[in-house]
């Protein structure tokens, strides 16, 4: 393991002091004047064009994969058509005619479509190869903890699909649920019924069951990663009951500061617009620790393969910050990447060295406790 030098010192120690600090309200159950169910069940209630989406992502994930087996090639081509929906190459008709794509969704997060088609490209262009991934090398590497895990993996040992998830997560799904609600902040009391149509729409593409987190059946994604991580942040809770609060109060006239009585936000749903926003945010950050944890442990259990992976999914997470509605800070955003180093094959994976870079991560979002 390398040593870690007293130039990262300096630089942790200054980002610390500049780095932006931003808190996020936890849910605490609050009396409501107008009663709220415990599962998102609501009349009207419509997400199916985010179940679209999501099955979508599903199948071009699935379409990615196959090149983490040496030997399968990937088609690039097949990836860019997927991600604008031409040419019937989804495995049903549903999907195919359904006119969505996800093309259309990240035209406006700065880089993110252009990221994801690149990353699409260099899949089908690297998949050719016919050699395992080593240092220097693009190709397949295997896991020697977990059975018939590999990935293909850039020749600094960046792991594809993972910079694919993490910008599809951040750059895709979690941009809209925050500018959807972040926009109905604004609305009127005379758009309830629109307000009701999009705060629908958010939740479906926080890919949940409508009884979660009691219920986690089929659940991916952000819903994934923030059951996984409810013992650690509590997220899980705090996302779910300000959609059900907000959904309810949007139904009973509660939907500004100004429209309630008495005069709290606490159940208003511009609270909990701000709140799920802000639990996003803070649910990225959280996750961007917990992968390098997790590469960490696969690294003292000599799997270099799974670490670069969880390696690759941290720096794809922070990296997708730069999509996020209102925490993109591109030059401290970067300082911190710059700490993953450029090839992942000469990572340190010394306590001393991956704490700091807990420890900066969780500053940009208040983190008292990065261990987890």
């Given at each position: 393991?390398?040593?870690?030098?007293?130039?990262?010192?300096?630089?942790?120690?200054?980002?610390?002091?500049?780095?932006?600090?931003?808190?996020?309200?936890?849910?605490v159950?609050?009396?409501?004047?107008f009663?709220?169910?415990?599962?998102?069940?609501?009349?009207?209630?419509?997400?199916?064009?985010?179940?679209?989406?999501?099955?979508?992502?599903?199948?071009?994930m699935?379409?990615?994969?196959?090149?983490?087996?040496?030997g399968?090639?990937?088609?690039?081509?097949?990836?860019?058509?997927?991600?604008?929906?031409?040419g019937s190459n989804?495995?049903?008709?549903?999907?195919?005619?359904?006119?969505?794509?996800?093309?259309?969704?990240?035209?406006?997060?700065?880089?993110?479509?252009?990221y994801i088609?690149?990353?699409?490209?260099?899949?089908?262009?690297?998949?050719?190869?016919?050699?395992?991934?080593?240092?220097g090398?693009?190709?397949?590497?295997?896991?020697t903890?977990?059975?018939?895990v590999?990935?293909?993996?850039?020749?600094?040992g960046?792991?594809?699909r993972?910079?694919?998830k993490?910008?599809?997560?951040?750059?895709?799904l979690?941009?809209?649920?925050?500018?959807?609600?972040?926009?109905?902040i604004?609305?009127?009391?005379?758009?309830a019924?629109?307000?009701?149509?999009n705060?629908?729409?958010?939740?479906?593409?926080?890919?949940?069951?409508?009884?979660?987190?009691?219920?986690?059946?089929?659940s991916?994604?952000?819903?994934?990663?923030?059951?996984?991580?409810?013992?650690?942040?509590?997220?899980?809770?705090?996302?779910?009951?300000?959609?059900?609060?907000?959904?309810?109060?949007?139904?009973?006239?509660y939907?500004?500061?100004s429209?309630?009585?008495?005069?709290?936000?606490?159940?208003?749903?511009?609270q909990?617009?701000?709140?799920?926003?802000g639990a996003?945010?803070?649910?990225v950050?959280?996750a961007?620790?917990h992968?390098?944890?997790e590469?960490?442990?696969?690294?003292?259990l000599?799997?270099?393969?799974?670490?670069?992976a969880?390696?690759?999914?941290?720096w794809?997470?922070i990296?997708?910050?730069n999509?996020?509605?209102?925490?993109?800070?591109?030059?401290?955003?970067?300082s911190i990447?710059?700490?993953?180093?450029?090839?992942?094959?000469?990572?340190n994976?010394?306590?001393?060295?991956?704490d700091?870079?807990?420890?900066?991560?969780?500053?940009?979002?208040?983190?008292?406790?990065?261990?987890?």
């Amino acid at each position: 393991m390398k040593k870690i030098n007293a130039a990262f010192i300096i630089f942790v120690t200054t980002l610390f002091c500049w780095s932006c600090t931003k808190q996020v309200t936890s849910y605490v159950p609050v009396e409501t004047p107008f009663a709220y169910p415990t599962t998102y069940n609501f009349q009207g209630v419509n997400y199916a064009n985010q179940t679209t989406i999501l099955a979508m992502t599903d199948e071009i994930m699935s379409a990615i994969d196959q090149g983490n087996t040496q030997g399968i090639v990937v088609d690039s081509a097949k990836l860019r058509a997927m991600f604008n929906n031409t040419g019937s190459n989804f495995s049903s008709a549903a999907l195919n005619n359904s006119g969505l794509n996800l093309a259309s969704l990240c035209n406006i997060p700065a880089g993110a479509q252009t990221y994801i088609l690149q990353s699409m490209d260099s899949i089908g262009a690297f998949s050719h190869s016919v050699v395992p991934g080593s240092d220097g090398v693009t190709g397949v590497g295997v896991s020697t903890t977990e059975p018939g895990v590999s990935y293909l993996q850039r020749s600094d040992g960046f792991v594809y699909r993972e910079l694919v998830k993490t910008s599809i997560m951040e750059g895709i799904l979690a941009y809209q649920i925050q500018t959807i609600l972040k926009d109905s902040i604004n609305t009127s009391v005379a758009l309830a019924p629109t307000l009701a149509t999009n705060w629908d729409a958010a939740f479906g593409y926080f890919d949940v069951p409508t009884g979660f987190p009691t219920d986690t059946t089929g659940s991916n994604y952000w819903g994934r990663y923030s059951k996984n991580l409810s013992a650690a942040l509590g997220l899980d809770t705090t996302i779910m009951n300000n959609f059900l609060i907000g959904r309810a109060a949007i139904n009973n006239g509660y939907i500004l500061a100004s429209n309630a009585v008495p005069t709290t936000v606490n159940y208003a749903a511009i609270q909990d617009a701000n709140n799920i926003i802000g639990a996003f945010d803070r649910l990225v950050v959280g996750a961007a620790i917990h992968e390098l944890t997790e590469a960490q442990v696969k690294d003292s259990l000599a799997d270099p393969v799974v670490a670069r992976a969880y390696l690759s999914s941290s720096w794809g997470f922070i990296h997708s910050l730069n999509y996020s509605v209102d925490l993109a800070n591109p030059g401290q955003i970067n300082s911190i990447l710059a700490t993953y180093g450029t090839d992942l094959y000469n990572f340190n994976y010394s306590y001393q060295h991956v704490d700091s870079i807990k420890t900066v991560i969780g500053n940009l979002y208040g983190f008292t406790n990065t261990a987890f």
